[in-house]
C-alpha cells in the first residue's frame, strides 16, 4: 500500500508541474492548466503523507 | 529568504533534530549525512517572501545580465560562507551558536542579542503574513496597498492580515510541530508550483523556445534602465551582494553553527547550494517573470501582490501556494522569535509569549512598509546580525594568535563581555552612519562591516582583558 500511495503522489507532483510545460509547448491551455494543477496538488497533499508520514517514523 | 533557526531555538522542521545537545557538543552517533541537509536547505529556502523578492528586482530596473549572472555569483559567494565560514567551526565545536555565543558572550550579552534576533524575526514573519494575506485580496477584492505605500490602505486589507497572522500565531503556540510536518510535504510541491510560475509566465511573455529566451528576457522582463518611482536602481553589484547577503545571518553571522554542528563533515554544507539555486535563483526568476508579465499587461499596475500574480499564472493552486509559502515559512519564524523573547523573560509561558509574537508580527504585516521594502529590510537583518559572526570567528580561529583568551566569559566569569558588546555596538554605529550619511548603500556597507567587527574585537579583546586574568577552557576549545 505504501508503494502505491508512493508512486500516486508521484504521479501527482509530476502532474503539478508537466501542464506548465505543456501550456509552454502551446499543447494546453491555460484553464485546463489551472484545473490540472489543482487536481493534482489535492492529489499530492492526500498521498504524500500517507508514506512520508511512515518513512519520518 | 530563508526560516533558519535562531540561535536560542531549539527547533525548525522536524528535519532538524529537536532539543537536542543545547549545551553540549552533539556526539557522533547524532552526525548526519549529506542528504538531510541538501534537503533541509532545499525546503527551507522556498519561502513566502521569495514571491515579493523577484518582483522587487524588476521594480528595481535590473537588467537581464545583471540577474541572471548577479544571481549565479552571489549565491556561489553565500554557499562559499557556509563552506568555509560557517561550517569548519561548527564541525569542530559542534555547539549551537547561542551556547558558543554564551562562552564568549556571557549570558546578558547573549540575551541582548536574542532580543534583537526576535525583534528582526518578528518583522520578517510580519513580512511572510502580508504575502499570505495578498491571496485573500484574490478573493475578496479588497483594495491591497501600493508598491509604495507604507501604511495599511483599506479595513480588509486590515481585517485579512489580521486574521491570517492570528491563525497563524494560534497555530504556532498551539501546534507547532503539526505544521512543521506539514511544511515538510509542501516543500516539494512548493518547489515546482514555482517552477510552474516560471515557464507559465515565460510563455505568457512571448517565449516559445528556449532560444528565445535571452532575447525576451533582455527586451521584456529584465529590460534594465529606470527603476520604478520610489525604488533603488540594481545593477549586477546590488544584486551580488544582496544573494551574498540576504542570509548573512546564517553564514557570515553564524546561527547556521547549529544546524551544521550534526554535519559529519564541514563540507556539507555544499547543501546549501540546494537552497541558494532553487530558491534564490530558480524561485525569484519566477516570481520577477510574474511581475514583470503583470507590467506588460498593465503599465500602471506597479503593486508587488503574489496572490494576484500567482492566481493570473496557475490560479486556485498558485493562490494555495501563495497562503501555504507564506504560512509554513512564518509559522517557525514566530515559533523562534517567541523562544528568543521567551529566553529574556524565562518565567512566562511559551505559549502566551508565542502568541504575543504571532499578534505582532501581524500587527507589522498590516504595515506594507516592511514587505515593500523587503530587499532593503533583508539587508538591515544581516547588517545587525554580522558583527558577532565577526566575533565567533575571530575568537575561534585569531584568539590565542592574537594574544588573548577565547571564551572569555566562561573563562573569567563574566556575564557581559565588553570587547565584544563594543564590536556589536560600534560596528552597527558606523555602518548606520555610512549608510545614512556617507553615502554608502546598506546592500555593501557589511562586506566592510565584518573586517571592521574583526579588527574591532582583536583590539578591545587585548585591550579589556586583564592580563592572564582567564585560561581558555582547554576541555571545550577546539
Same mark, same amino acid.
Given at each position: 500500500?505504501?508503494?502505491v500511495?508512493?508512486?500516486?503522489?508521484y504521479?501527482?507532483l509530476?502532474?503539478t508541474?508537466?501542464?506548465?510545460a505543456?501550456?509552454?509547448?502551446?499543447?494546453?491551455?491555460?484553464?485546463?492548466v489551472?484545473?490540472t494543477m489543482?487536481v493534482?496538488?489535492?492529489g499530492w497533499?492526500?498521498?504524500?503523507?500517507?508514506?512520508?508520514e511512515?518513512?519520518e517514523? | 529568504?530563508?526560516?533558519?533557526?535562531? &540561535?536560542?531555538a531549539?527547533?525548525?522542521?522536524?528535519?532538524?533534530? !529537536?532539543?537536542?545537545?543545547?549545551?553540549?557538543?552533539?556526539?557522533a552517533?547524532s552526525w548526519l549525512?549529506?542528504?538531510?541537509f541538501?534537503?533541509?536547505?532545499a525546503?527551507?529556502?522556498?519561502a513566502g517572501?521569495e514571491?515579493m523578492?523577484?518582483?522587487?528586482?524588476?521594480a528595481?530596473?535590473?537588467?537581464?545580465?545583471d540577474?541572471?549572472?548577479?544571481?549565479?555569483?552571489?549565491n556561489?559567494?553565500?554557499?562559499?560562507?557556509?563552506?568555509?565560514?560557517?561550517?569548519?567551526?561548527a564541525?569542530?565545536?559542534r +555547539?549551537?551558536l547561542?551556547?558558543?555565543?554564551?562562552k564568549?558572550?556571557?549570558r546578558?550579552l547573549?540575551t541582548?542579542?536574542?532580543l534583537?534576533?526576535?525583534?528582526?524575526?518578528c518583522?520578517?514573519a510580519?513580512?511572510?503574513v502580508?504575502?499570505s494575506?495578498?491571496?485573500?485580496?484574490?478573493?475578496?477584492k479588497?483594495?491591497?496597498?501600493?508598491l509604495?505605500?507604507?501604511?495599511p490602505?483599506?479595513?480588509?486589507? !486590515?481585517?485579512?492580515?489580521?486574521a491570517? /497572522?492570528?491563525l497563524?500565531?494560534?497555530?504556532?503556540a498551539?501546534g507547532?510541530? $503539526?505544521?512543521?510536518?506539514f511544511?515538510?510535504?509542501?516543500a &516539494?510541491w512548493?518547489?515546482? !508550483?514555482f517552477?510552474?510560475? /516560471?515557464?507559465?509566465?515565460?510563455?505568457?511573455?512571448g517565449v516559445?523556445s528556449?532560444?528565445d529566451f535571452?532575447?525576451?528576457?533582455q527586451?521584456?522582463?529584465?529590460?534594465g534602465?529606470?527603476?520604478?518611482?520610489g525604488? %533603488?536602481k540594481?545593477?549586477?553589484?546590488?544584486?551580488?551582494?544582496f544573494?551574498?547577503f540576504c542570509?548573512m545571518?546564517m553564514?557570515?553571522?553564524?546561527?547556521?553553527?547549529?544546524?551544521?554542528?550534526?554535519a559529519?563533515?564541514?563540507w556539507?554544507?555544499?547543501?546549501s547550494?540546494?537552497g541558494?539555486?532553487v530558491g534564490h535563483?530558480m524561485?525569484?526568476?519566477s516570481a520577477?517573470?510574474?511581475y514583470a508579465l503583470q507590467?506588460? $499587461?498593465?503599465p500602471?499596475?506597479?503593486a508587488?501582490l503574489?496572490?494576484?500574480?500567482?492566481?493570473?499564472a496557475?490560479?486556485?493552486?498558485?493562490?494555495l501556494?501563495v497562503?501555504?509559502?507564506?504560512?509554513?515559512?512564518?509559522?517557525?519564524?514566530?515559533y523562534r522569535?517567541g523562544?528568543?523573547?521567551?529566553a529574556?523573560v524565562?518565567?512566562? *509561558?511559551?505559549?502566551? !509569549?508565542?502568541? $504575543?509574537?504571532?499578534m505582532l508580527?501581524?500587527?507589522?504585516?498590516?504595515? &506594507?512598509a516592511?514587505a515593500?521594502? +523587503? +530587499?532593503?529590510?533583508?539587508?538591515?537583518?544581516?547588517?545587525?546580525?554580522m558583527?558577532m559572526?565577526?566575533?565567533v570567528?575571530?575568537d575561534?580561529w585569531?584568539a590565542?594568535?592574537?594574544g588573548?583568551?577565547?571564551f572569555?566569559?566562561?573563562?573569567?566569569g563574566?556575564s557581559?563581555n565588553?570587547?565584544?558588546g563594543?564590536t556589536w555596538f560600534v560596528?552597527l554605529?558606523?555602518c548606520?552612519?555610512l549608510?545614512?550619511?556617507?553615502g %554608502?548603500e546598506?546592500y555593501?556597507?557589511?562586506? &566592510?562591516?565584518w573586517?571592521a567587527?574583526?579588527?574591532?574585537?582583536?583590539? +578591545? *579583546?587585548k585591550?579589556l582583558?586583564?592580563?592572564?586574568s582567564?585560561?581558555a577552557?582547554? *576541555?571545550?576549545?577546539?
Open positions: 500500500m505504501n508503494f500511495f508512493r508512486v500516486l503522489s504521479l501527482a509530476g502532474g508541474v508537466l501542464p506548465a505543456l501550456f509552454f509547448g502551446d499543447r494546453m491551455g491555460l484553464e485546463a489551472k484545473f489543482l493534482c496538488t489535492i497533499f492526500v498521498t504524500a503523507p500517507c508514506w512520508m511512515r518513512r517514523g | 529568504m530563508s526560516n533558519a533557526p535562531t &540561535p536560542a531549539p527547533a525548525a522542521t522536524s528535519h532538524e533534530p !529537536v532539543d537536542e545537545f543545547e549545551r553540549e557538543p552533539v556526539p552517533r549525512g549529506l542528504k538531510s541538501v534537503g533541509q536547505y525546503g527551507e529556502h522556498v517572501t514571491l523578492i523577484g518582483p522587487l528586482f524588476v528595481a530596473g535590473v537588467s537581464a545580465f540577474v541572471v549572472f548577479g544571481l549565479i555569483v552571489g556561489a559567494l553565500a554557499v562559499l560562507s557556509w563552506v568555509f565560514l560557517c561550517a569548519p567551526i564541525t569542530r565545536m +555547539l549551537t547561542y551556547y558558543q555565543l554564551e564568549i558572550c556571557g546578558h547573549v541582548l542579542y536574542n534583537a534576533n526576535g525583534v528582526m524575526f518583522f520578517l510580519g513580512a511572510m502580508t504575502v494575506a495578498t491571496a485573500f485580496g484574490v478573493w475578496f479588497f483594495p491591497m496597498p501600493g509604495n505605500d507604507w501604511l490602505n483599506s479595513v480588509g486589507w !486590515v481585517v485579512a492580515v489580521l491570517v /497572522g492570528a497563524i500565531a494560534v497555530v504556532a498551539y507547532y510541530r $503539526l505544521v512543521a510536518r511544511a515538510n510535504y509542501a &516539494p512548493m518547489v515546482l !508550483v517552477l510552474a510560475y /516560471g515557464i507559465v509566465g515565460l510563455r505568457q511573455m516559445t528556449l532560444g535571452w532575447d525576451v528576457a527586451r521584456e522582463i529584465w529590460k534602465g529606470e527603476p520604478l518611482p525604488q %533603488v540594481f545593477t549586477f553589484w546590488h544584486v551580488m551582494f544573494a551574498w542570509n545571518a553564514h557570515i553571522g553564524m546561527s547556521d553553527l547549529s544546524v551544521f554542528r550534526y559529519k563533515k564541514s556539507y554544507a555544499v547543501a547550494a540546494a541558494m539555486y535563483f524561485a525569484w526568476l520577477s517573470i510574474l507590467l506588460k $499587461l498593465d500602471t499596475d506597479t508587488v503574489p496572490g494576484p500574480l500567482a492566481d493570473r496557475c490560479g486556485l493552486a498558485g493562490l501556494c497562503i501555504v509559502a507564506g504560512w509554513t515559512t512564518a509559522n517557525p519564524t514566530i522569535a523562544l528568543a523573547f521567551q529574556i524565562p518565567r512566562a *509561558s511559551r505559549f502566551k !509569549v508565542t502568541l $504575543l509574537t504571532g508580527a501581524a500587527v507589522a504585516g498590516a504595515f &506594507p516592511v515593500m521594502k +523587503l +530587499l532593503g529590510f533583508v539587508a538591515l537583518y544581516g547588517m545587525i546580525l558583527p559572526g565577526a566575533v570567528f575571530v575561534f585569531l590565542r594568535q592574537c588573548f583568551t577565547p572569555y566569559a566562561e573563562a573569567s563574566v557581559f565588553w570587547a565584544a563594543l560596528t554605529g558606523v548606520t552612519a549608510v545614512q550619511w556617507g %554608502v546598506i555593501f556597507v557589511s562586506l &566592510p562591516g573586517f567587527a574583526a579588527l574591532l574585537y582583536i583590539g +578591545l *579583546s585591550l582583558q586583564a592580563p592572564n582567564a585560561e577552557p582547554q *576541555s571545550t576549545y577546539r
